[in-house]
């Protein structure tokens, strides 16, 4: 299997290019939680946790480049009408389901895939008119997405006859590079595997121990911040 490599292709210049993934660090004041159960607290928080930065930064998000409009034909059947203009841009994927024409390409090495799913940065995706389905394309031999990117609109607060508009620029999807699932194989844990799961816990836990010790966490006011995923992890990278 090679390296994995994914390549973005266009249909034109007027395509918005596909952008590294980034995580919204932002956060509340203390002041936010004034007369909460966190007053005076240091409050951990999605941004602070390692495995959640990592989730939200991995991959690449696609966006619309065109405005794009649909009208809701039957709410209780998820019918959609698509305006002739729309033609070839958007279409009924299937009931309550669109699919939306992207503009790019994907191309990734034989052995790897593409995994689509939705806007991993939740204060814009908890704004958007619709989600996205989940799907993975074979891009080591298809390279065109064409209508490939399926979303659901958010029909709690429409009614028939509605027109909807996605602005261009409005995020759409992210993707991420997965190896084939037949490529992988699944195993339980043999003694070897216990053994060394043992022998890192201890190891993990001595060191989350002496940095307690040495007053190295975070105090979140009832018990502490533990910061030591985040070294492990930067130290793992270093190594290779």
């Not at 998820?78 to 669109?98: D, I, N, T, W």
């Not at 992207?102 to 052995?111: A, N």
């Not at 105090?219 to 992890?233: D, F, Q, V, W």
């Amino acid at each position: 299997m090679h390296d994995p490599l994914i390549k973005f292709g266009y249909d034109g210049d007027w395509v918005l290019r596909a952008q590294p993934a980034k995580a919204d660090r932002s956060r509340y004041s203390p002041a936010d939680y004034k007369d909460s159960s966190f007053t005076g607290k240091f409050v951990p928080s999605p941004i602070d946790c390692r495995p959640w930065i990592d989730a939200q930064s991995g991959g690449w998000d696609l966006f619309f480049s065109i405005d794009l409009t649909f009208i809701v034909s039957d709410v209780e059947r998820g019918l959609f009408g698509c305006p002739q203009e729309m033609k070839g841009r958007v279409e009924s994927f299937a009931p309550f389901h669109l699919g939306v024409y992207t503009g790019v390409h994907i191309k990734t090495p034989p052995g790897w895939v593409t995994l689509i799913e939705r806007v991993a940065d939740a204060k814009v995706r908890d704004g958007l008119p619709f989600t996205v389905e989940s799907a993975i394309l074979e891009t080591d031999w298809y390279y065109w997405l064409k209508n490939f990117i399926v979303i659901r609109p958010d029909l709690t607060k429409l009614k028939e006859l509605d027109v909807v508009n996605i602005a261009r620029g409005t995020p759409m999807c992210r993707v991420r590079v997965l190896p084939r699932s037949d490529l992988v194989t699944a195993a339980e844990f043999d003694a070897d595997d216990y053994a060394e799961l043992q022998s890192t816990k201890d190891d993990y836990t001595k060191e989350e121990l002496a940095m307690l010790a040495d007053e190295r966490f975070r105090n979140s006011g009832e018990g502490n911040y533990y910061p030591l995923y985040k070294l492990r992890a930067a130290r793992h990278r270093r190594k290779e």
